[in-house]
Structure formats: C-alpha cells, structure tokens
C-alpha cells in the first residue's frame, strides 16, 4: 500500500504543479498587458501635437492659435526648431479658453 501512497503523491504534486504554471501564467499575462497599458497613456500624454493638428481637432484656423487672445493664460506651446508643438494639457486648455469666448 506504502508505494501506491506515495504514486498518488507524485501524481497530486503534479497536478498542484501544473495549476501553479496555469495561475502563474495567467497572472504573468495580466501584468504584461497592465505594463503595456501603463506605457500606452504614458506615451499618449507625452505626445505633442504641431499647430496644425491642434487646429484641425479644434476646428479653427491656425492663425487663431498663433495670435491668440489677450488671455495670458493661453497656451503658447513649444518650439522646437520652426515648429511650434502643444501638449495634451496645452490643448485643453487652449479648448476651455475658446468655449468661454463667444
């Protein structure tokens, strides 16, 4: 009886084996897809947009964000190089100060 004991063990350790790698695996699976999720809104966010891209979501003519209003809140963004860029955050508040002026 002892070696047929001790048969069912071997079986039972592989089998809790086996459930510990389908666990693990699973949950490996969902911290790689929370870390790619985590770098996808991080990249989202630290993408900048050019002028006209801005104006194009905004739906206004460029030159209304190159001469903007006497708020001197606006959003002016970044240059870099000839281009001027706008954040995330640039843009809705660039948004905001548009829907408050009539």
């Known amino acids: 009886r002892q070696p047929s004991s001790s048969t069912e063990a071997k079986f039972m350790k592989v089998g809790q084996l086996e459930g510990f790698f389908r666990r693990l695996g699973s949950i490996m699976e969902e911290i ?37 209003s006497n708020d001197p809140s606006f959003p002016v963004g970044e240059r870099r190089g000839r281009e001027r860029t706008f954040s995330v955050q640039d843009i809705m508040l660039i948004r905001a100060i548009m829907a408050s002026n009539p």
């Open 32 to 68: 790689e897809s929370f870390a790619k999720r985590n770098d996808t809104v991080t990249t989202r966010i630290s993408r900048r947009f050019s002028l006209r891209e801005v104006a194009s979501l905004l739906d206004v003519d460029p030159t209304a964000l190159t001469k903007p």
